[in-house]
């Protein structure tokens, strides 16, 4: 695709220009000047077969039309979905709002792991949105992870690329082959195809997406095979984890409403009170290739080893990345969830890397 002539094709902007890496999806930002405001565009190609298929245009269109109109603030706003021709080629443009270029993939860098407390909270707001659009019109996520949780300078979140995945399977060619998703917090019932994604690969997703903020842990890369994660965290965290990552889905958490149930738990026994002073485990998460999950008691979190292994399929080598080094580093957030805010006043942690 030429870039540059796509861009001079896409008319009723001020200003447009080439935004982000998507492998897939070219990706645009801009202002509008409809909409007198800057937005991000995508495209979707559509073979003729596709966009003359009075089936699909039915399904994408009422997609569309229902994530407009049950917008909810926690989550990206879309504007509007239409059919373009492009340099001779069909697209379907989909036009969302522009909220921030950080997300938290990019956000734990240079603040380190959340505390429980934090983690919490973030998952509470996660939990608000997509239980929003799973009890209206039964639409997905389906490709949930940090690097679609945004965070601006100000600490306030919106998740991003909500349906997305629905909206790439609905414009694919009829018995296209391939997985969309992040394998590492992909639901295994969605890696065999066995089902599209739905309220429960969403939990498990969100239920990874936990762990990695506990660990301030990159996100995986393609060509890395995973080894289990070993987590510090309370041994009620360690539960709702667990409970939401399990291998098989009638063994998961079945609802949003049970998630927001566990968690409602956990801050009343928990009382979001210091974890040093509690019974704690570390909790291998599974995102390795046989989904499995062990649970591991400790005597207190200073006595876990400082260190999570990422075996690489392309290197015969082993990385150590430090996570734990005495005590957790903490970030004080306060979350409103009516608002959809967070506010962080912690200082820059400074992440090492050994071989």
């Given at each position: 695709m030429d870039q540059d002539n796509i861009i001079s094709d896409l008319k009723g902007f001020d200003w447009i220009e080439p935004y982000g890496h998507q492998r897939w999806i070219p990706t645009f930002k801009g202002w509008h000047q409809g909409l007198q405001s800057q937005v991000i565009v995508r495209l979707f190609f559509c073979s003729a077969e596709v966009m003359n298929?009075?089936?699909?245009?039915?399904l994408l269109e009422m997609m569309a039309d229902q994530v407009v109109t049950f917008h909810h603030p926690g989550i990206i706003r879309w504007f509007k979905l239409e059919k373009v021709l492009l340099q001779n080629a069909r697209y379907y443009c989909l036009i969302n709002e522009w909220f921030t270029d950080e997300s938290l993939k990019d956000w734990l860098?240079?603040?380190?792991?959340?505390?429980?407390?934090?983690?919490?909270?973030?998952?509470?707001?996660?939990?608000?949105?997509?239980?929003?659009?799973?009890?209206?019109?039964?639409?997905?996520?389906?490709?949930?992870?940090?690097?679609?949780?945004?965070?601006?300078?100000?600490?306030?979140l919106k998740i991003d690329k909500f349906g997305l995945t629905t909206l790439l399977a609905l414009s694919a060619l009829k018995g296209a082959q391939g997985i969309i998703g992040t394998p590492a917090f992909m639901a295994p019932e969605l890696s065999t195809r066995r089902t599209t994604p739905n309220d429960l690969s969403d939990i498990y997703a969100l239920g990874m997406t936990m762990s990695c903020l506990l660990t301030g842990l990159r996100e995986p890369e393609q060509n890395e095979s995973h080894m289990p994660i070993r987590i510090p965290v309370s041994w009620e965290m360690g539960e709702i984890i667990r409970y939401m990552t399990a291998a098989r889905p009638e063994d998961r958490c079945p609802s949003w409403e049970a998630v927001r149930a566990a968690i409602s738990s956990y801050k009343q026994s928990h009382a979001m009170k210091s974890d040093h002073n509690k019974k704690t485990q570390t909790i291998n998460m599974p995102i390795c290739k046989n989904h499995t999950t062990e649970i591991f008691e400790a005597a207190d979190i200073d006595a876990i080893p400082c260190g999570i292994r990422i075996s690489e399929v392309s290197k015969a080598s082993t990385h150590i990345i430090p996570v734990v080094t005495?005590?957790?580093?903490?970030?004080?957030?306060?979350?409103?969830?009516?608002?959809?805010?967070?506010k962080a006043d912690n200082k820059r942690v400074v992440r090492q890397t050994r071989g």
């Amino acid at each position: 695709m030429d870039q540059d002539n796509i861009i001079s094709d896409l008319k009723g902007f001020d200003w447009i220009e080439p935004y982000g890496h998507q492998r897939w999806i070219p990706t645009f930002k801009g202002w509008h000047q409809g909409l007198q405001s800057q937005v991000i565009v995508r495209l979707f190609f559509c073979s003729a077969e596709v966009m003359n298929s009075m089936r699909r245009s039915i399904l994408l269109e009422m997609m569309a039309d229902q994530v407009v109109t049950f917008h909810h603030p926690g989550i990206i706003r879309w504007f509007k979905l239409e059919k373009v021709l492009l340099q001779n080629a069909r697209y379907y443009c989909l036009i969302n709002e522009w909220f921030t270029d950080e997300s938290l993939k990019d956000w734990l860098p240079h603040y380190g792991p959340l505390n429980e407390e934090n983690v919490v909270l973030t998952a509470e707001h996660v939990v608000a949105g997509l239980e929003h659009y799973w009890s209206r019109c039964h639409i997905a996520h389906g490709n949930l992870k940090p690097e679609n949780i945004l965070v601006d300078k100000d600490g306030n979140l919106k998740i991003d690329k909500f349906g997305l995945t629905t909206l790439l399977a609905l414009s694919a060619l009829k018995g296209a082959q391939g997985i969309i998703g992040t394998p590492a917090f992909m639901a295994p019932e969605l890696s065999t195809r066995r089902t599209t994604p739905n309220d429960l690969s969403d939990i498990y997703a969100l239920g990874m997406t936990m762990s990695c903020l506990l660990t301030g842990l990159r996100e995986p890369e393609q060509n890395e095979s995973h080894m289990p994660i070993r987590i510090p965290v309370s041994w009620e965290m360690g539960e709702i984890i667990r409970y939401m990552t399990a291998a098989r889905p009638e063994d998961r958490c079945p609802s949003w409403e049970a998630v927001r149930a566990a968690i409602s738990s956990y801050k009343q026994s928990h009382a979001m009170k210091s974890d040093h002073n509690k019974k704690t485990q570390t909790i291998n998460m599974p995102i390795c290739k046989n989904h499995t999950t062990e649970i591991f008691e400790a005597a207190d979190i200073d006595a876990i080893p400082c260190g999570i292994r990422i075996s690489e399929v392309s290197k015969a080598s082993t990385h150590i990345i430090p996570v734990v080094t005495g005590k957790t580093p903490r970030v004080k957030v306060k979350v409103s969830i009516a608002e959809s805010t967070v506010k962080a006043d912690n200082k820059r942690v400074v992440r090492q890397t050994r071989g």
